[in-house]
T-cell receptor, first 111, second 115 residues
Framework: GENVEQHPSTLSVQEGDSAVIKCTYS??????FPWYKQELGKRPQLIID?????GEKKDQRIAVTLNKTAKHFSLHITETQPEDSAVYFC??????????FGTGTRLTIIP | KAGVTQTPRYLIKTRGQQVTLSCSPI?????VSWYQQTPGQGLQFLFE???????NKGNFPGRFSGRQFSNSRSEMNVSTLELGDSALYLC??????????????FGEGSRLTVL
């Protein structure tokens, strides 16, 4: 089955700097790659997703890039703010099969 | 529109007991998935139900089971509880078509502690 690896497990950046989280997946047939943000004590929420027919997608300060050949995708957050502090999860799936999540990255924004 | 509702929010059980968790999805969502969340392990997929049928299943032992009712509400059951079953159990509903995965809307979770 699908295996998703996520790095780093923790990341601290100065406010205003950029943060990058990377994930690799094992199933070359995977075609859907969402990112979820989970603030402390709250439920995970989708922040951005990308499908395999697109190489990059942006939404204001966040962007996701996908490299199908290398089977990896990344989340980029620019101009980080304190409210970006959270745990971020990447995930991958094939068609309507189960969504497999990475183990998460705890992002801390240092004021 | 009401979000995903999970009950109970917190519960404490002892080893060997069983537990049933409930999830009411967003109105109109026919897909309900269950995840186990533990520190360091992220979100581990348990199973997914779509129109009362189990569509996908994760790698959990048979002690973990679930079902979905005609109104899309879902329950999961864990029998013969073990200490390692202590976790946050998250339910998520989705408005999916037959051929693709859509956004998951998570509930606040049921935190199970096994003593």
């Amino acid at each position: 089955g699908e295996n998703v690896e996520q790095h780093p497990s923790t990341l601290s950046v100065q406010e205003g700097d950029s943060a990058v989280i990377k994930c690799t997946y094992s199933d070359s047939a995977s075609n859907y790659f969402p990112w979820y943000k989970q603030e402390l004590g709250k439920r995970p929420q989708l922040i951005i997703d990308i499908r395999s027919n697109v190489g990059e997608k942006k939404d204001q300060r966040i962007a996701v890039t996908l490299n199908k050949t290398a089977k990896h995708f990344s989340l980029h957050i620019t101009e980080t703010q304190p409210e970006d502090s959270a745990v971020y999860f990447c995930a991958a799936s094939v068609g309507n099969e189960k969504l497999t999540f990475g183990t998460g990255t705890r992002l801390t924004i240092i004021p | 529109k009401a979000g995903v509702t999970q009950t109970p929010r917190y519960l404490i059980k002892t080893r060997g007991q069983q537990v049933t968790l409930s999830c009411s999805p967003i109105s109109g969502h026919r897909s309900v998935s269950w995840y186990q969340q533990t520190p360091g392990q992220g979100l581990q997929f348990l199973f997914e139900y779509f129109s009362e049928t189990q569509r996908n299943k994760g790698n959990f032992p048979g002690r973990f089971s679930g079902r979905q009712f005609s109104n899309s509400r879902s329950e999961m059951n864990v029998s013969t509880l073990e200490l390692g079953d202590s976790a946050l159990y998250l339910c998520a509903s989705s408005l999916v078509t037959s051929g693709s995965t859509g956004e998951l809307f998570f509930g606040e979770g049921s935190r199970l502690t096994v003593l």
